[in-house]
């Protein structure tokens, strides 16, 4: 299984930006897919995630500015982000979770400028 994810890049605070992320390969129906982040000398932390089922969950930072959706014809979930913040400045990685297999992608790089 392989996740390529994209959309990272600079934005200015208060701006917005999308990421994307395609699972390819075979995995269970039955998964969550999810965004987690990594600042620098940071733990990494959850984002957002989502069920098949598009039931969903969200850091506490994150509520109210992010939005996480999935495309299951196309193995592909999206993060759609609001008033960003220059602590919102992050490596960005896909998840793709099942009951037995946990798979990460490479990430992606968001920077947002004071």
């Known amino acids: 299984v392989q996740l390529q994810a994209s959309g990272g890049g600079l934005v200015q605070a208060g701006g917005s930006l999308n990421l994307s992320c395609q699972a390819s390969?075979?995995?269970?129906?039955?998964?969550?897919m999810s965004w987690y982040r990594q600042a620098p000398g940071q733990q990494r932390e959850l984002v957002a995630a989502?069920?098949?089922?598009?039931?969903?969950q969200y850091g506490e930072a994150m509520k109210g500015r992010f939005t996480i959706s999935r495309d299951n014809a196309k193995n592909t979930v999206y993060l759609h982000m609001n008033g960003l913040k220059p602590e919102d400045t992050a490596v960005y990685y896909c998840n793709l979770l099942t009951f037995n297999e946990n798979y990460w992608g490479e990430g992606t790089l968001v920077t947002v400028s004071s």
């Open positions: 989502i069920t098949n089922g598009n039931m969903t």
């Open positions: 390969g075979n995995f269970y129906s039955m998964n969550v």
